[in-house]
Every structure is written in structure tokens, then in C-alpha cells.
């Protein structure tokens, strides 16, 4: 694999942030019960990383990196449908580059709800692995849903880059 194709840069407007979320379908799978789009604010506090990914001049994908702990930041990445099959792995790999070179922390972590098992397999396949499961931690739909939480550290990042580069 080549260098990524996209351009990566910090977002650090609430608007830019805020517009990307209008989104129904990707505001739908993000959100729990009850969670309107119109009032949401994205938490902008200094520690928080909003990394926007760019396909041309077209903001394609938004990752958000916020502190689990000292060490430890938990990513959550939302790439629009319409790039999703195509630049999924561009931005896979450039949110990688991102989480290992522009970051501080040892260890991420990714929960992504139950319902949503491609991204679990997405994620594995990446180099996440399984850690464990938040019981019924998500209301989505009238239902409270597990969590599945998947872990990396910086050496994982850093054999799941080498391997890409390789073209593996």
C-alpha cells in the first residue's frame, strides 16, 4: 500500500465538527435514543484530538481521540456512506500515522456497539483486538446493547503500518 491518499489535518472548529455530524445516517449510527443532532456540541477541551480526514477538498471522515486515561485515549472514527467501501482503509492507515506520530498515548482503545459487526471484524482485522464487552451500555432503538471494547498499542500500530507499507 502507498502512502495514503488523503489529507490529514486537526480540526479545530465546533462548526466543521458540528456540520460533519448533521450527516442522518452517520448522526444514526453514532447516536443513542433520544440524541438530537441540532444540540449536540462537540467536546472541543484541549486533550481532545478532532482529526479530519480530506479526499480532495471533501471532508470524508472525522476521528476523535479523547483521553481513557493517562495512557490510554479511546478512538472513534466516522467515515461518511458514500466513502466508506472506497477510502475505509485510507483512512484506516491515516488515522494510524495520526494515533502514532500526533498523540502521546501508549494504548487506544475502540467501543463500538454490538450491533454493528463489520466494524468489530474491521477493527480486528487492523490489528484492534477483542478486550472485553460493556453489558448493556448503549440505548439504541428502545434497547440497551452491549459494547465491544477493542484495544492497540503503539507497537500494534506500528506492525500494522509496516505491514501496509509492505503491501500486505
Not at 479545530?12 to 444514526?28: I, M, R
Not at 501508549?106 to 480486528?124: L, N, R
Not at 464487552?133 to 500494522?160: A, C, P
Request: aromatic share 14%; with cysteine; proline share 3%.
Amino acid at each position: 500500500m502507498k502512502k495514503s491518499r488523503l489529507t490529514v489535518k486537526r480540526l479545530d472548529s465546533a462548526y466543521e465538527v458540528f456540520q460533519f455530524f448533521q450527516d442522518p445516517e452517520l448522526w444514526d449510527r453514532i447516536s443513542e435514543d433520544d440524541e438530537e443532532s441540532k444540540n449536540w456540541q462537540p467536546p472541543l477541551a484541549e486533550q481532545n484530538h478532532w482529526v479530519g480526514f480530506y479526499l480532495k477538498s471533501a471532508l470524508i471522515a472525522v476521528m476523535f481521540v479523547h483521553p481513557e486515561s493517562a495512557s490510554c485515549g479511546q478512538v472513534h472514527i466516522s467515515v461518511l456512506h458514500a466513502y466508506r467501501h472506497r477510502c475505509s482503509g485510507d483512512v484506516a492507515f491515516a488515522g494510524m500515522e495520526y494515533l502514532l506520530h500526533d498523540t502521546t498515548y501508549w494504548k487506544f482503545q475502540a467501543v463500538i456497539a454490538a450491533k454493528f459487526p463489520k466494524i468489530m471484524e474491521y477493527v480486528s482485522d487492523i490489528g484492534f483486538e477483542f478486550e472485553g464487552i460493556k453489558v448493556q451500555s448503549f440505548l439504541k432503538n428502545s434497547e440497551y446493547i452491549d459494547q465491544h471494547v477493542f484495544g492497540i498499542t503503539q507497537l500494534g500500530i506500528e506492525r500494522y503500518l509496516l505491514r501496509k507499507l509492505r503491501g500486505k
